[in-house]
């Protein structure tokens, strides 16, 4: 399993949503998450990728979409 799909996979356990938006889409502004399943991703995202992200990382604009989680993800790895 790439990245990509384990990301979706995440998206979708954490959304409980079994679909997922375009790439660049917004994960909050299409109702995917929201601020409160913001840190429930990213202890997910930690967990999947072995990695610790820093509370000063906890902004919702760099895990906007999938693309960013995966461009961010990229960046810690």
Do not use: H, W
Request: proline share 6%.
């Amino acid at each position: 399993m790439d990245n990509k799909e384990r990301i979706a996979a995440i998206v979708r356990k954490v959304s409980n949503n079994s679909a997922l938006p375009d790439p660049d889409e917004s994960l909050f502004d299409s109702g995917f998450l929201d601020s409160f399943a913001l840190p429930d991703l990213v202890c997910e995202l930690e967990r999947e990728f072995g990695i610790k992200i820093p509370d000063s990382d906890l902004n919702p604009r760099k895990f906007e979409s999938m693309t960013r989680i995966q461009s961010y993800l990229e960046s810690r790895m």
